[in-house]
Structures are given as structure tokens and as C-alpha cells.
């Protein structure tokens, strides 16, 4: 059972910037694929960004292109996801998530990571 804590979530005003960390339990971090989604009140989750085991490989949604940047540290077993110019349309619970490891490759789906966060709260005030 692989263990995520997401932080650094808040309120902040639109423009500005916020770092999410997911922090992962499992010593195997290396292998495995990570994604961000968020979801909304009301609204379904979204794919919001992904990175492959080396970091070699990112993938952003249309919405976040530009804006956001996913980036891991396999030594702190840690992914990050950096978020500028935040407008208030990004506001949302974000969870991370991974895959079940073995090297592959993105993920833009729900469906086949096999653990998630519980998430973290952004606020993006008008």
C-alpha cells in the first residue's frame, strides 16, 4: 500500500503562485508514474499533469500549459507541481496520485493509477 500526502495548498489572490508537494511512503518511487487531477465542486476530476519514473517525459492539460510545471525528486521520493499565474477557474481540491510502478510511461487517465491522495484545498481569489 503506497501512501500520499499532499501540501501547500491555500488561498491565494489571481496571478499569483503556489507549490503543491506529494510526498510518497513507497521506496519504489523511482518506478513509478505520478499525475495531479483536481476536482471542483459540482464538477467531475480532471487530469491536470503527469510525469513519467525519470522525469523525462511530462504531460500538462490545455487549461494549465504553460502555467504549471510537474517536476519529482526520486531521491526525497517527492512530486511537485508549481503553479503560476493562477486564475480563479484553478480553484479546486488537487490530489496526486501513481501508478502501480514498473517504469512506464504518462498517464493522462484516472483509471489506471492504483493510489491517491487525500488532497489538497487552492484557492484562487478574484
Known amino acids: 500500500q503506497v501512501q500520499l500526502v499532499e501540501s501547500g495548498g491555500g488561498l491565494v489572490q489571481a496571478g499569483g503562485s503556489l507549490r503543491l508537494s506529494c510526498a510518497a511512503s513507497?521506496?519504489?518511487?523511482?518506478?513509478?508514474?505520478m499525475g495531479w487531477f483536481r476536482q471542483a465542486p459540482g464538477k467531475e476530476r480532471e487530469f491536470v499533469a503527469t510525469?513519467?519514473?525519470?522525469?523525462?517525459?511530462?504531460y500538462y492539460a490545455d487549461s494549465v500549459k504553460g502555467r504549471f510545471t510537474i517536476s519529482r525528486d526520486n531521491v526525497k521520493n517527492t512530486v511537485y507541481l508549481q503553479m503560476n499565474s493562477l486564475k480563479p477557474e484553478d480553484t479546486a481540491v488537487y490530489y496526486c496520485?501513481?501508478?502501480?510502478?514498473?517504469?512506464?510511461?504518462?498517464?493522462?487517465?484516472?483509471?489506471?493509477?492504483?493510489?491517491w491522495g487525500q488532497g489538497t484545498q487552492v484557492t484562487v481569489s478574484s
Open positions: 496520485a501513481t501508478d502501480r510502478g514498473g517504469w512506464g510511461p504518462i498517464i493522462t487517465t484516472p483509471g489506471p493509477y492504483a493510489y
Open positions: 513507497d521506496r519504489t518511487f523511482s518506478r513509478h508514474t
Open positions: 510525469i513519467n519514473w525519470s522525469g523525462g517525459s511530462t
